[in-house]
């Protein structure tokens, strides 16, 4: 953190900018010091309107059971409400909590400490350290106040306010929290607690890289709770420690995650320090005219800023100006900061100040009006001995002072000073971080056997168990194949017999179940081109004598009784292969293959004294009777049928239309002559 002696022997002109960047680095400390060096003692969750009721966080601890319990949650919840609004109004919060101070304490535990840690963190976001220290200091926090608390102990570290720049008191508090011991029994509340104050230490010891890592921690534990109000301020605290080690885009991505948040949980003030932030990091990487604009925007969207962030504001101004050598405007800004916050109660920010407005003087050469500032430097830094920043600005700004002056001596006096004041020897405290990581280490890594071997018999269980569930698959599987292709052969069958059923429809008479007249043709059509020459094929056709009557006398339901009780009668002497239908009303077809005109001649006869004999149980106009006509498909030459002569070539027999039509008209010469008679086609 020091300058190089090369540095101050170049002071002849502007001082180099290595000064305004450790200047921004002390300014970010300061800011973090006013902001969070007292954390709030309860975690809470916002509604949309931040005056809606307060609900406490089950992260919390839970209140102690006395026989006062009733009126300490009021206070509690008081005490939250002036949280709320100091998220947004320290200033309108500070009397609120000045007023509980007559209940608060009548309370111990819980309660008082809610009060308290309230009250220190108002006043320390209003700069007002003294009334900080001495509150804490006349509360008596080592009694038996905090006995109820998870750790007592740490609840005191929490509670005192942060010396900035002292680092024997940061380094004393360090000690004492590490001599805590391990803290992962506490609730994860007061663990995550913990690892905040201990990264704001570590980065008050020149420790930043220790502080990232605790916030993060802090910030993961936080998150696990959906605790959204410490989620933003170990943030907070992640992006200053980036911020502080010039982290470059690690702080931007940290910082652009804090804004987020700020405006999740609807915090004004935190939303103002994000953007005093975003000033800072642009000063830090020599981005002044970036810098200027986020000041200019930072005033319109909060016209009316936070004291704290007011101040900041202004000391990053003199700091961008300094950066950018409009040293005038730099004067202009920090002399008029000086005047505007003689309130600040604080060493180290006035000292920020000082040293900025200082060095806008001396490059103007105004050497006699920057020494005031210097002297007023030096009683700060008599106020606060053991502040490390007050000192080496003191005797930077003096080596400074004495260059102007040309005393050289005086210089190379100051510079190797600065030289002799280094940041305190971590080396103990790094050895006890160290011997307490490794312990939990070895924790850890025993843990992780266990684990590891507890893993593997579960691995081993597991594969027994897959193993089985593989068998039981292969058989489950092996049943649902055979299930599936009896589903499949069952399937195909059923569709085989519906589409058989439906064939059988579509060729089947309705009423008498024998082959209708499609059927019939289909059929006569194959067989007469099946047969060559030399074979033949016969058709018989007859209908029912007089059927008209029948219908017309007994109704058309005695008519069907009658087809029906006919067709029976000829199924009786019909031969195995002769096919039988209905083409009509009462009009029937029996084609016979391989059949000759005398066999046909005879089976007419044989069906025609059966349709005679064998009479329908019923009434009817005159007997039953049926009229035939028989065809083959060979003729002889003359003409007429004959067993015993030649045959004529296929191409002169026609075709199937032809042949029942011949035995059409044999049947119509049957019924001219007479009815129920056998006629032969010529």
């Known amino acids: 953190m020091l300058t190089p002696m090369r540095h101050l022997l170049a002071t002849y002109g502007p001082l180099p900018h290595r000064f305004a960047l450790q200047l921004s680095q002390r300014c970010i400390l300061l800011l973090l010091s006013t902001s969070i060096v007292a954390v709030q003692a309860q975690s809470f969750s916002l509604a949309e309107n931040t005056s809606a009721a307060v609900t406490i966080s089950t992260s919390q601890p839970t209140l102690t059971a006395n026989a006062n319990a009733g009126s300490a949650a009021t206070l509690i919840s008081r005490v939250q409400q002036a949280q709320l609004l100091a998220l947004n109004s320290p200033e309108q919060a500070l009397p609120l909590l000045m007023a509980l101070t007559a209940e608060a304490a009548q309370h111990d535990g819980e309660a008082y400490f809610a009060w308290l840690d309230a009250y220190s963190s108002v006043l320390q976001r209003l700069s007002r350290y003294s009334e900080a220290m001495t509150l804490t200091k006349a509360s008596d926090i080592s009694s038996q106040r905090f006995a109820t608390l998870p750790n007592p102990e740490l609840a005191q570290l929490l509670i005192e306010p942060l010396l900035v720049g002292d680092f024997a008191d940061a380094r004393s508090r360090l000690q004492r929290l590490q001599q805590l011991g391990d803290l992962q029994s506490l609730p994860l509340y007061w663990q995550g607690r913990a690892k905040m104050l201990e990264a704001m230490l570590y980065m008050e010891l020149n420790a930043s890289d220790f502080s990232v890592s605790l916030s993060a921690e802090a910030y993961k534990m936080f998150t696990s709770l959906q605790d959204k109000y410490w989620q933003l301020e170990a943030m907070e605290v992640q992006t200053l420690a980036a911020i502080w080690l010039d982290a470059g885009q690690t702080a931007r991505d940290n910082l652009v995650l804090y804004q987020k948040l700020s405006k999740e949980f609807e915090s004004n003030v935190h939303q103002q320090l994000a953007q005093l932030y975003s000033i800072s990091l642009e000063l830090q990487q020599y981005a002044t005219d970036a810098g200027l604009a986020l000041v200019a925007q930072l005033r319109r969207d909060y016209p009316t800023p936070t004291v704290q962030v007011a101040f900041g504001t202004a000391v990053l101004e ?27 109660d604080h060493v180290h ?18 050497v006699r009006q920057a020494e005031p500032l210097l002297q007023e430097l030096t009683k700060l830094q008599q106020r606060s001995p053991n502040n490390y920043y007050v000192k080496d600005i003191a005797l930077q700004l003096q080596a400074e002072l004495a260059v102007g002056k040309q005393d050289y001596k005086t210089a190379w006096q100051k510079v190797n000073e600065r030289f002799a004041i280094k940041p ?31 893993a593997q018999n579960q691995l081993k269980q597991l594969q027994i168990e ?27 069958w059923s569709l085989r017999q519906r589409s058989l059923y439906h064939k059988n429809r579509a060729n089947t008479d309705e009423l008498t179940q024998i082959g209708n007249r499609r059927f ?21 056709t007859f209908d029912i004598d007089y059927f008209k009557q029948i219908n017309d006398q007994c109704g058309h339901a005695a008519g069907d009784t009658v087809l029906k009780h006919l067709v029976n009668v000829v199924q009786q002497v019909l031969r195995g292969d002769d096919l039988f239908g209905r083409i009509g009303g009462e009009e029937f077809l029996i084609l016979l ?13 044989r069906i025609r004294q059966a349709i005679q004999t064998q009479q ?55 019924k001219h002559a007479g009815r129920n008679q056998v006629k032969a086609a010529l």
């Open 520 to 540: 019939m043709f289909e059929c006569g059509q194959k067989l007469f081109t099946q047969h060559h020459d030399g074979a033949s094929m016969a058709v018989i």
């Open 466 to 492: 897959k193993a089985e569930q593989q068998q039981q698959w292969y058989l489950l599987l092996v049943l649902l194949l055979l299930v599936a292709v009896g589903l499949l052969v069952a399937l195909l």
């Open 616 to 670: 329908p149980q019923m009434a009817l106009p005159r007997p039953l009777s049926a009229s035939f006509g028989v065809a083959t498909s060979a003729i002889t030459p003359q003409g007429s049928p004959s067993m015993s002569q030649p045959m004529v070539s296929a191409e002169k027999r026609g075709s199937f239309e032809a042949l029942l039509a011949r035995a059409d008209n044999a049947l119509y010469q049957a």
């Open 424 to 454: 305190p020897d971590m080396q103990a405290e790094n050895n006890m971080r160290v011997a307490r990581q490794f312990a939990m280490l070895e924790q850890q890594q025993a843990k992780v056997e266990q684990e590891k071997l507890a």
């Open 318 to 344: 003199t700091l961008l100006y300094n950066q950018k050598k409009d040293y005038v405007a730099a004067e202009r800004t920090g002399l008029a900061a000086l005047r505007d916050f003689t309130a600040i």
């Open 349 to 366: 920010n006035k000292s920020v100040l000082l040293s900025a407005v200082f060095h806008a003087l001396s490059q103007q050469g105004k």
């Open 593 to 605: 293959p391989r059949s000759q005109m005398q066999d046909a001649i005879n089976l007419a006869e």
